[in-house]
């Protein structure tokens, strides 16, 4: 059974600090997403992670995955309380399927100045 | 463009009633997929239909829920005899399916409260 786990579930942070957010996966999948959800909102896709190695960046935001130690991390750099929200990693469920999504429990970020 | 809408945006319903949770796609999107959130959690997966067939259906808790996507573009999801412990944001996403187009996109959810 796969299984998602996302360290920190909460995370206080300063505006212009930096943090790394880590998402850990139990077996082989093809791909890793990050979405982004406001309270009381739905989910907004912010990365998806296809290979080995893969990085992206978005603004304040990097995303990287290592498909060996089944891990992936968001980086943010020099936080802004814009950036306050929870966030979710996701796995692909079936390897090679464009099936159903695996969850993390979410890490909710609250920015401060 | 219009992107995944669902209807209604809050339900409430007594324990023991039945309800029906609607779902519109992204236009062009083959895949849709249900997922439910409870308060707290990361959404959970219910279901998902390529066309009109249920693809994988393995996250549907019991035979109380049901969904159908009949035309290969709007989807149901029904529960029937609903419990208080059914109560969460049931999600709905869609994709425009294929090895390579994997990306779902997320509605705003029906909130679900059953008394």
């Known amino acids: 059974e796969l299984k998602v786990e996302q360290n920190p579930l909460f995370l206080s942070m300063q505006e212009g600090k930096n943090y790394t957010i880590y998402c850990n996966y139990s077996t082989t999948s093809d791909r890793l997403y990050w979405y982004r959800q406001d309270p009381g909102k739905s989910l907004e896709s912010l990365f998806v992670l296809l290979s080995n190695g893969a990085v992206k960046q978005e603004g304040r935001l990097m995303a990287s995955l290592d498909t060996k130690a089944r891990l992936s991390t968001l980086h943010i750099t020099a936080a802004v309380h814009d950036l306050s929200a929870t966030y979710f990693c996701a796995v692909a469920g079936v390897e090679g399927s464009q099936g159903n999504l695996i969850f993390g429990k979410g890490t909710k970020l609250s920015v401060k100045p | 463009g219009a992107g995944v809408s669902q209807t209604p945006s809050n339900k409430v319903t007594e324990k023991g009633k039945y309800v029906e949770l609607r779902c519109d796609p992204i236009s062009g999107h083959t895949a849709l997929y249900w997922y439910r959130q409870s308060l707290g959690q990361g959404p959970e997966f219910l279901i998902y239909?390529?066309?009109?067939?249920?693809?994988?259906d393995s996250g549907l808790p019991n035979d109380r829920f049901f969904a159908v996507r009949p035309e290969g573009s709007v989807s149901t999801l029904k529960i029937q005899r609903t419990e208080r412990g059914d109560s969460a944001v049931y999600l709905c996403?869609?994709?425009?399916?294929?090895?390579?187009?994997?990306?779902?996109?997320f509605g705003p959810g029906t909130r679900l409260t059953v008394t």
């Open positions: 239909f390529q066309g009109t067939g249920a693809a994988d």
């Open positions: 996403a869609s994709s425009l399916g294929g090895r390579d187009r994997y990306e779902q996109y």
